[in-house]
C-alpha cells in the first residue's frame, strides 16, 4: 500500500524554520496501530492523518475531512501547527477548489480558510485560571529556575500551564533560556500538567510582537515544540484580557522560530493564521 505523505513548515514563510509536520492522505481506512507506528518513524512533533469521510469523496473536490494528530508518543485531541499543514496540503498540493475546508477533530469541528497568503485556522478559546504556586514550585523551578514569575495560570480542558514571567524581560532572556524539559517529567507531581507554557509580554507600540512564548510537552514526547498552534487558543484568551485587544500579533521563540496573527472573537474562539512551507512529498510504502 503506498499513502502520499508531505511534510510541511507551518507558521512561516520559509522552509526549516517554523514547525514541521507529517500530512498523511488516506484513501481508505488505515489499521488502528499503524496511524502511531507512522508517526514514530516520523519522529516529527505531529504527524497528521487527513481521512474521506465518505467513499466518494474527493481531496481536491470535497469540503469535509476526517482530521487525526498523533506525536512520535501518542495521539493529541488538538494541534493547531498540523491543522495548518494539512490545509495547506489541500489547498496548495491538491489544489482543493472550495474556500473554507472543515475537519472532523477530537476537538470538534475546526475550519481552515484562505486570507491572501495566510490559511486561518478557526479554533477553540481556552481559557486558563489562576494556579496556586506551591502545587507546581518544582516544575516551575525546573523550568525556570529563580527567575521572577508574575502569573501563574492553568487550563483545565488542555491540560497547560501558563508561566507568564516579569515584564522586566525582554524577549532575548525567553529565548536565551536553558530548559531540560525531561525534568519535568520527575518534577510534576500532580498528574496534571500535560504542556508547559512560558510567555513574556511583548513590545506591541508600532509593529512588534504582543507576547512571546515558548512551549515544553515532554508528557507527549515533545521537549520543545518549534511553534504551537493549541498552546496560542490558551494565550490568545490570556493576552487578550491583559491586553485589551482583541487583534494580536505572537511570535513563539523557539530555535526555528514562528509567527501567529490572532484574531479574538466573540463567540467563544480565535482565528489563527500562519503562513506555510511545503518542503516534501513522497509516499509511504506499506
Known amino acids: 500500500m503506498q499513502i502520499p505523505i508531505f ?28 496511524h502511531q507506528k507512522i508517526a514514530t518513524e516520523m519522529n516529527l512533533s505531529e504527524t497528521a492523518f ?26 493529541v485531541p488538538l494541534c493547531g501547527h498540523a491543522t495548518l499543514a494539512s490545509a495547506a496540503v489541500l489547498f496548495h498540493v491538491q489544489k482543493n477548489t472550495n474556500s473554507v475546508l472543515t475537519f472532523v477533530t477530537l476537538s470538534g469541528e475546526l475550519k481552515a480558510r484562505q486570507v491572501k497568503d495566510h490559511i486561518v485556522l478557526d479554533l477553540p478559546l481556552y481559557t486558563a485560571y489562576p494556579q496556586e504556586l506551591k502545587e507546581v ?9 529563580d527567575m521572577t514569575v508574575q502569573d501563574l495560570r492553568y487550563s483545565p480542558d488542555t491540560k497547560k500551564l501558563l508561566v507568564r514571567l516579569s515584564d522586566t ?7 536565551e533560556l536553558k530548559v531540560s524539559a525531561q525534568r519535568f ?13 512560558l510567555t ?14 515558548r512551549y515544553f ?40 522560530g514562528g509567527e501567529l496573527k490572532i484574531s479574538v472573537r466573540n463567540d467563544g474562539r480565535v482565528d ?4 506555510t512551507a511545503v518542503v516534501l512529498k513522497g509516499s509511504l510504502t506499506l
Open 200 to 213: 513574556v509580554k511583548g513590545n506591541s507600540s508600532g509593529k512588534g510582537h504582543d507576547f512571546y512564548s
Open 7 to 34: 511534510t510541511v513548515d507551518a507558521f512561516t514563510n520559509r522552509p526549516f524554520s517554523g514547525n514541521p509536520a507529517a500530512v498523511c492522505l488516506l484513501e481508505n481506512d488505515l489499521d488502528e496501530d499503524l
Open 217 to 256: 510537552a515532554p508528557w507527549y514526547g515533545v521537549l520543545e515544540d518549534p511553534v504551537t498552534g493549541s498552546a496560542h487558543a490558551v494565550l490568545s484568551s490570556y493576552w487578550s484580557e491583559q491586553l485589551g485587544k482583541k487583534e494580536m500579533l505572537a511570535f513563539q521563540c523557539s530555535r526555528r
Open 50 to 75: 487527513i481521512r474521506k469521510l465518505k467513499p466518494g469523496d474527493d481531496f481536491t473536490k470535497s469540503s469535509c475531512f476526517g482530521l487525526r494528530w498523533f506525536t512520535p508518543a501518542n495521539e
Open 185 to 197: 517529567l520527575s518534577a510534576e507531581k500532580t498528574g496534571k500538567v500535560k504542556g508547559l507554557i
Open 137 to 145: 514550585e518544582e516544575l516551575i523551578k525546573a523550568a525556570v529556575g
Open 169 to 175: 524581560y525582554e524577549r532575548s532572556v525567553l529565548e
Open 272 to 275: 489563527i493564521a500562519g503562513q
